[in-house]
């Protein structure tokens, strides 16, 4: 029977319960003044009382009943969380459950194709609806016919944090970037919205994520020297000149990718009369008609060509060089590997080229004219770089004259040299790593590697 014992604390009389001992501590509670033998027998009192009635509770219990019960409350402490805790948010999960059954079930791929059929009707490019369809379906692989509401949270950021970069190169492998995450989780955000919407589904479960903030780009512009080099190494043979064009109109005529390749007619399967191609290119006038059907919505524009610019485009007429593109991956790598540049900016070569044109123009509505987009993003991409003037005139100087020039150098060559070499090693380096794991190493040492050079010209 638990009693009080009188003691001194402070100098003065006071009574202390020591309750048993619990998992190796021991709690004591000390009570004072007038009413403190009272108080401290009425603790012990109760404490009598709580021990006989779970004493009871407990007895009644099952031998299989309180052994389930001991290793439950075990597991809860030792994840470092409390009884109260878990059935709270037990109480809470039911209660969503509870408001997501009495949804009207959905299959999710049938909600994906509600999600395509409203995109289609807002404007989106059947491109885009097709793909973005087929990405929304990877989540759900071997559960298209489960019901959304049924997907939990859970399951939605496991299967994000899961991802990995699945395009060829350097990053290969690597986890998704903050980037990609947040353009996907709006991807899911949009699909979980329709849901709502229609009833299929209580709460849109993307908002339950961590958000993620959006990750700050870092504006780069290659230097003079790597435009020179691109230009050059698009002269070396047949093969790299197909590749020129898209490098003269990003690099001097401000022209997106895109429009170039002339992405958008051909998704809408506008007649090859209204791609973008010579007859948009005007070199007696010194302009370029990037039409409604070519540009980005909102951006058609006639550019007002630089002289430099008109002579890589007579030059490219010469050529023969083709519109839209031939091959323009494929041709685009093997001009990198000819210099040995390893990082292909996004947008990289019409970055370049608005932010030499603020130093011709001196006024950014002038740029924006040929650029076409606002004044605000000119400031925020480009003006931020805070490009001497001086560099900015020395890139209106590489003309196909100087190219040429420098193209009989020995910088030129030694170029050439230090790429091959770096290519060469690395495709050494390659197959070696193959052959090891093939347990041929020996093989491997007698096998050359073929040169940089020899690859780029190969096709002669």
């Known amino acids: 029977m638990l009693v009080p014992k009188e003691i001194v604390k402070n100098g003065k009389k006071a009574f202390q319960v020591e309750y048993p001992p619990y998992e ?72 969503e459950q509870a408001a997501q059954s009495s949804k009207t079930p959905m299959p999710y791929e049938d909600v994906v194709t509600e999600w395509k059929r409203r995109k289609l009707n807002s404007g989106k490019s059947a491109k885009y609806v097709y793909h973005a369809g087929q990405d929304l379906m990877k989540f759900a692989a071997g559960q298209e016919r489960r019901p959304i509401h049924e997907f939990p949270v859970k399951q939605l950021d496991t299967w994000l944090h899961a991802q990995t970069i699945q395009k060829p190169g350097k990053d290969f492998g690597k986890p998704w970037g903050l980037s990609t995450k947040r353009t996907w989780m709006s991807l899911f955000h949009g699909l979980w919205e329709v849901a709502v919407t229609l009833d299929w589904a209580s709460v849109n479960i993307v908002d339950k994520l961590e958000p993620i903030d959006k990750p700050s780009r870092i504006k780069k512009i290659y230097p003079n020297e790597t435009t020179r080099n691109l230009m050059a190494a698009a002269l070396e043979n ?29 998704e809408k399967k506008l007649p ?28 058609e524009r006639v550019i007002t060509l630089q002289p430099c610019a008109i002579e890589w485009l007579k030059l490219a007429r010469k050529l023969e060089c083709p519109l839209p593109p031939k091959n323009e991956f494929k041709v685009k790598r093997v001009i990198c590997e000819l210099i040995g540049l390893d990082e292909w900016f996004r947008d990289s070569l019409r970055k370049n080229c608005a932010t030499h044109l603020r130093a011709v123009y001196k006024n950014d509505y002038d740029v924006i004219r040929d650029l076409g987009n606002s004044v605000r993003e000119l400031l925020k991409s480009y003006a931020d770089l805070k490009t001497p003037e001086a560099v900015s ?68």
Request: aromatic fraction near 8%; include cysteine.
């Open 24 to 95: 190796g501590k021991r709690k004591r509670e000390v009570f004072s003044g007038k009413s403190g033998e009272k108080d401290a027998k009425a603790a012990c009192d109760k404490y009598e009382k709580e021990v006989k009635r779970a004493g009871e509770w407990w007895a009644r219990l099952e031998p299989a009943e309180r052994r389930a019960i001991e290793l439950v409350c075990t597991e809860i402490k030792d994840a470092g969380e409390t009884i109260t805790q878990v059935w709270e948010e037990r109480k809470k999960a039911k209660t």
């Open 238 to 266: 047949k093969k790299t000149q197909d590749g020129l064009l898209p490098l003269v109109l990003g690099f001097f005529g401000c022209m997106r990718p895109e429009e170039i390749t002339s992405e958008k007619p051909k």
């Open 272 to 299: 090859r009369e209204r791609w973008f191609d010579w007859h948009n290119i005007n070199l007696e006038t010194g302009q370029i008609d990037v039409s409604v059907d070519v540009a980005k919505t909102g951006d």
């Open 393 to 460: 005139l020395e890139h209106w100087m590489i003309t196909p004259a100087m190219v040429e020039e420098y193209r009989k150098s020995r910088d030129w060559k030694k170029v050439l040299r230090e790429a091959g070499e770096k290519a060469d090693a690395k495709r050494k380096a390659e197959i070696k790593a193959k052959l090891e794991a093939e347990g041929a190493t020996a093989a491997f040492e007698a096998t050359p590697a073929p040169s940089a050079n020899e690859t780029a010209t190969s096709g002669h």
